[in-house]
């Protein structure tokens, strides 16, 4: 394995910047951590180091954890540098899969990231110990925070690659061969971690960002919901799936945001819903410039447009369409009964400046395209309407919400995800790790918590259970006036795959859910290019990604890759 995760991953941890208000940025040169993490202080900044790792997987876009799925698939890949380049080979494999390869940039990306969290975690565990002034109470609850947080990695390393090694030591030397364990071994070494972490953090806190109770509960409901569908779980996992969500509901921490736009807004991130967040507050970026890219790869290019501009960012901001909704995510909501569609999507666009479509004036502020509710009947006499009180709409119909490439037939314009967007942030510039929103990152709120334990009951076989779980959330998500209850007979779990797509669209989660569910196939259905690059439908390999070629090239001793790459 490459001795980065060993060596260089530790020095990495080194880069000391923070989270938010609890944590201050701090860079460090020429020491290492023997001579450093010897005092509660550093020993501090070491534990907040293991926070900031999390930037690192998720701080340019969301490339693993989006693309290939039934409702994001790729849309015209942002240039950097000055070329397209490597940007549309990793796309196009991770969406498309069937040239997907070991060699893949995203795929290494996430695997080192992953391992040098996991190395700084293991750094302040062994550490924690030997450190003087540090008092016993405080000692344990960091050391279940960092659990928490190495717990986490090994779900996403699990999930993506599957077995591969545990590695719990402090690593100061070189090491050129691991083993990887069993899938079940690493779910027992996370549940491990996670039931020592919930013995010792605190139930709330007043560091808004530090791992608690309800954080340590969400995880373990989402672990054991996951092991239970695996050959060496079982039903007993669901029930402590459903356990650990209904204590988190029980607790009264957390509630639900009365609105579901509100959960989004970009001056409203420490909110009530809010479970476990990656912080990207300006003040503690590294640079005091890179955050994160998740405002602006879920758009198209509405800056080439006559009305708009390059540069502008605190209407619409350069908004690309890397990430791009297919059809069929539009399609889950009832527009007139769910609030959730105006909430997550922007389907109206208004001119930023004066300008002109050929020799036709453009005033700032005219409406300039318009997208009609898909499941809503919008009429020619409508059409005209429109167009009579905006002479300079572009009206595009459903129809049309689709890539203009591969002879696909649209016109790459479509209601773009909206609720990310943050005034703020600049543009990236010709580096892609360069990216400038400094919104949260929200890793669990409370409405998931819900879903959670509804899948949960669902596979226990209590449908009543389960819809009352969903419809926890479907009523806040109803327009005033409007019911989205559903029965027990509405309950299966493509339900709760198109209620999870309807409430966590872009956050994240989508191929954790199909690969947690054994449900890619509604990718190959569903995502259009997915679809046409794949006749014969999904094949069992796509459920793993491949070990980096760089990680194989590496091992003295040989290191296996998955099934069929």
């Given at each position: ?18 989270c ?52 994001i ?9 000055g ?69 986490y ?6 999930e ?55 954080a ?18 079982g ?40 479970i ?39 209407t ?76 300079n ?13 591969q ?24 580096n ?49 006036g ?30 954790l ?5 054994h ?26 990604r491949?070990?980096p ?17």
């Amino acid at each position: 394995m490459k001795k980065t995760i060993y060596i260089a991953m530790l020095a990495a941890g080194m880069t000391l910047t923070s989270c938010q208000d609890f944590l201050t940025e701090e860079n460090i040169s020429g020491v290492t951590s023997e001579n450093f993490y010897t005092d509660a202080a550093g020993f501090e900044k070491l534990v907040n180091s293991c926070y900031s790792s999390m930037r690192d997987v998720y701080e340019t876009d969301p490339k693993l954890f989006c693309w290939g799925t039934d409702i994001i698939t790729r849309g015209e890949i942002e240039p950097v540098s000055g070329t397209v380049g490597d940007r549309v080979v990793r796309a196009t494999q991770l969406n498309e899969y069937k040239t997907l390869s070991s060699d893949n940039s995203a795929v290494e990306e996430l695997f080192s990231n992953l391992y040098a969290g996991i190395q700084r975690c293991n750094t302040a565990i062994n550490k924690a110990t030997g450190i003087p002034d540090l008092s016993e109470a405080t000692r344990n609850k960091r050391i279940g925070e960092v659990r928490f947080i190495r717990a986490y990695y090994y779900y996403l390393l699990v999930e993506n690659f599957g077995g591969i090694p545990i590695v719990k030591e402090e690593i100061n030397t070189a090491v050129t061969h691991f083993v990887p364990n069993t899938e079940q071994e690493v779910y027992d070494f996370m549940l491990e971690d996670l039931g020592a972490s919930l013995g010792s953090v605190d139930a709330t806190t007043a560091e808004f960002g530090r791992v608690t109770q309800g954080a340590v509960k969400h995880l373990l409901s989402l672990v054991h919901l996951t092991r239970g569908y695996k050959s060496f779980g079982g039903s007993a996992d669901f029930t402590k799936a459903a356990q650990y969500a209904e204590e988190v509901i029980a607790a009264g921490t957390y509630k639900l945001v009365p609105s579901f736009p509100d959960v989004f807004k970009s001056t409203n991130q420490q909110n009530s819903e809010i479970i476990f967040s990656i912080q990207f507050d300006p003040a503690s970026l590294k640079n005091k410039t890179i955050g994160h890219g998740q405002n602006i790869v879920f758009g198209w290019r509405i800056f080439r447009e006559p009305g708009f501009y390059d540069g502008e960012y605190q209407t619409y901001s350069r908004r690309t369409s890397d990430f791009m909704p297919t059809q069929f995510l539009y399609t889950l909501y009832n527009t007139a009964k769910d609030g959730r569609y105006d909430g997550t999507f922007l389907s109206k666009f208004y001119a930023v400046k004066d300008d002109k479509i050929g020799n036709s004036p453009i005033k700032k502020g005219d409406l300039r395209f318009y997208f009609p509710y898909p499941d809503q009947p919008f009429t020619a006499a409508d059409s005209a309407a429109l167009k009579q009180a905006n002479p300079n709409v572009e009206i595009i119909r459903f129809d049309k919400w689709k890539q203009d490439f591969q002879g696909i037939g649209g016109v790459l314009k479509f209601p773009m995800i909206n609720k990310f967007f943050d005034p703020l942030a600049n543009f990236p510039g010709n580096n892609e790790k360069a990216y400038s929103c400094t919104r949260d990152i929200y890793l669990f709120r409370f409405a998931e918590t819900y879903l959670l334990a509804a899948e949960a009951y669902f596979k226990l076989g209590q449908k009543d259970k389960a819809a009352e779980k969903l419809n926890v959330v479907r009523q806040r998500a109803a327009v005033t006036g409007q019911s989205l209850n559903i029965t027990a007979a509405n309950v299966d779990i493509d339900f709760i795959l198109d209620e999870r797509a309807r409430e966590l669209a872009g956050e994240y989660k989508r191929w954790l859910d199909l690969k947690r569910t054994h449900r890619l196939d509604r990718a190959f259905e569903h995502n259009p290019l997915t679809k046409l690059t794949n006749p014969g439908g999904v094949s069992e390999k796509y459920y793993l990604r491949p070990i980096p070629q760089s990680v194989i090239d590496r091992d003295t001793e040989g290191y296996p890759q998955n099934s069929e790459y």
